[in-house]
């Protein structure tokens, strides 16, 4: 009798167990699956030596969440470079919505892409793929990200008017190479306007305007060869300023 609740008890407790290691694994699959949808694998790699850029990106998308919807809005979205600027103030516009994130890539993009279009928004600006190719991404795979995030929004917004701006020129080198990574931009941006020719998408050629030298124009510059500065800024808005008013 003693053996036989002895038996029961050990059986109990190892059923117990069993249902607390299911319980955990539940939770942990949970807390993994909300985090992915912040931060993709390949972002955290990027920035695997400066977990405080990670930490910026999952805060900075948390706060695009919280953010209300309007109607009409206009999407600006890319990396440093949409992000670094005050879109709204310049157009005069409170329907301009900022969402650029400082070291985004393509597959950044595509991990927080369901908030950006939950307002199916009336136009959307993206200038993407700089990172990409200072990390040594293959060109094809930058450029069928790109298309992922075009045909997603397609998908999921039909009626988004979407404007590709093409990548900014810079004569950094691709990291831990001695190879520009400008030669890369020039064959990400052939791609890109030929894939807007033929699924008739408006096409925005900022890297004509912006190059000198094979490099970003000093006048544009504003002191790293990578991000612009006030004037630069302004010159992107004369450009896209037909498209945001149309």
């Known amino acids: 009798m003693i053996k036989f609740k002895e038996k029961q008890i050990?059986?109990?407790?190892?059923?117990?167990?069993v249902i607390n290691v299911l319980f955990l694994g539940y939770g942990v699959k949970k807390i993994l699956w909300k985090y992915s949808q912040y931060k993709s694998k390949q972002v955290i790699e990027l920035?695997?030596?400066q977990p405080d850029s990670v930490t910026y990106f999952i805060g900075r998308n948390e706060?695009?969440?919280?953010?209300?919807?309007?109607?009409?809005?206009?999407i600006m979205l890319g990396n440093s470079l949409t992000h670094n600027f005050?879109?709204?103030?310049?157009?005069?516009?409170?329907?301009?919505?900022?969402?650029g994130i400082n070291s985004d890539i393509t597959r950044g993009i595509l991990q927080r892409l369901n908030e950006i279009v939950e307002s199916k928004p009336k136009k959307l600006f993206i200038e993407i793929g700089i990172n990409d190719l200072l990390h040594g991404f293959p060109i094809d795979s930058v450029f069928l990200n790109y298309t992922k995030i075009i045909k997603a929004i397609n998908?999921?917004?039909?009626?988004?008017?979407?404007?590709i701006q093409n990548v900014l020129p810079t004569k950094r080198l691709i990291y831990n190479t001695n190879k520009p990574v400008i030669d890369s931009v020039n064959v990400l941006n052939k791609k890109l306007k030929n894939y807007s020719e033929i699924n008739n998408l408006k096409y925005i050629d900022l890297f004509s305007?912006?190059?000198?030298d094979e490099k970003l124009n000093p006048i544009y510059d504003c002191g790293d060869n990578l991000h612009l500065s006030g004037a630069g800024y302004l010159e992107w808005c004369k450009l896209i300023k037909e498209y945001v008013n149309e």
């Open 10 to 17: 050990r059986l109990l407790l190892i059923f117990s167990i």
């Open 86 to 99: 005050e879109w709204h103030e310049v157009f005069k516009n409170v329907n301009i919505k900022n969402r």
């Open 209 to 212: 305007k912006f190059v000198k």
């Open 63 to 74: 706060v695009f969440t919280k953010l209300p919807n309007d109607s009409d809005e206009v």
């Open 155 to 163: 998908l999921k917004s039909p009626k988004t008017q979407i404007y």
């Open 47 to 49: 920035n695997n030596t």
